[in-house]
């Protein structure tokens, strides 16, 4: 599998959708895409390994991510003419605009509703898909109602009305079908997958389906660029929480190297200090971080 080194991006009129290419990051020698279900628990457990990678070599990796549904209504004899179509009976205007959420299966809404997020910037698509699955496997929130959607845009600290207006838009459609067309070029038929690319040669990409060891992907860091990257700091634990708002015992455990029993000793004196509020769920024991305004109420 070779990389051009390029960016896949969409243009055309409905239903006949052109992928093209142009150059981006000259600046960062490794491009790591992220194919990923906004639906799928094991997509979510990859994320404290993605972000972990950010932070300690940021200066080393550009990432992109790549929504690539693996349910039925993705089927590629349907998508994206079917989403198309139902999308086209929504006109733009100030009488409905919006309406469209309520006209959306569940997977398009959600996958329109990343793209339509990524808009506004690569981190603010991060942010709203975390936000999203939160609403989705741990407050089991109703992801058919636009109103969970609006909520999540708002925590994520999207301008609610470009949102609104982009997300009922052809450009969403656009990118979600190079993401299919990226999915089936790239032969992705796990998810989550990763797949690193070296910007500087023209070598093979090195594809990891499901999820490894944190080691693993360093490892690869390492091989791509020819040496071993120099890793920068995590940040305390209470500044991650800051800046992520909520994580999970378990994930605080892979970010930081920590067995469970420590990251829970480490978040008790931050909950004494009143900056975090634990969080009990199915799916294990998530922290809060309380904004000061909230504490000091």
Not at 158 to 173: A, H, N, R, V, Y
Not at 265 to 281: D, N
Request: glycine share 4%; aromatic share 8%; proline share 5%.
């Amino acid at each position: 599998m070779k990389h051009n080194h390029t960016k896949s991006m969409c243009e055309g009129s409905s239903g006949k959708y052109i992928c093209h290419t142009h150059s981006e990051n000259q600046y960062k020698p490794i491009e790591l895409y992220s194919f990923t279900d906004p639906l799928s628990p094991e997509c979510m457990g990859i994320e404290p390994i993605i972000k972990k990678l950010i932070i300690e070599y940021r200066q080393y990796i550009t990432i992109r991510s790549v929504i690539a549904c693996h349910s039925n209504v993705m089927d590629k004899r349907q998508f994206p003419n079917q989403l198309a179509s139902g999308r086209n009976k929504t006109d733009i205007n100030e009488d409905n605009k919006g309406n469209c959420l309520n006209n959306m299966p569940s997977p398009y809404s959600l996958s329109i509703a990343v793209k339509a997020a990524e808009l506004q910037g690569k981190a603010a698509g991060r942010r709203f898909l975390r936000k999203l699955r939160h609403k989705v496997f741990l407050e089991k929130d109703n992801i058919n109602d636009k109103h969970v959607l609006i909520d999540c845009a708002l925590d994520a600290g999207l301008d609610i009305q470009e949102f609104t207006k982009d997300i009922c838009s052809q450009t969403p459609i656009k990118a979600l079908q190079c993401d299919r067309k990226l999915t089936c070029e790239m032969e992705v038929k796990t998810l989550p997958t990763l797949i690193f690319f070296s910007v500087a040669a023209d070598t093979e990409g090195i594809k990891v389906p499901g999820v490894y060891p944190y080691e693993v992907y360093v490892q690869i860091l390492s091989d791509l660029l020819g040496e071993k990257p120099k890793a920068n700091d995590l940040p305390p634990i209470r500044e991650f929480l800051r800046i992520f708002k909520m994580a999970a015992t378990k994930e605080l455990s892979i970010v930081y190297g920590l067995t469970d029993k420590e990251i829970e000793m480490e978040m008790k004196k931050l909950q004494l200090k009143q900056i975090v509020k634990r969080m009990s769920y199915p799916l294990g024991t998530y922290w809060r971080y309380i904004e000061k305004s909230e504490g000091s109420s």
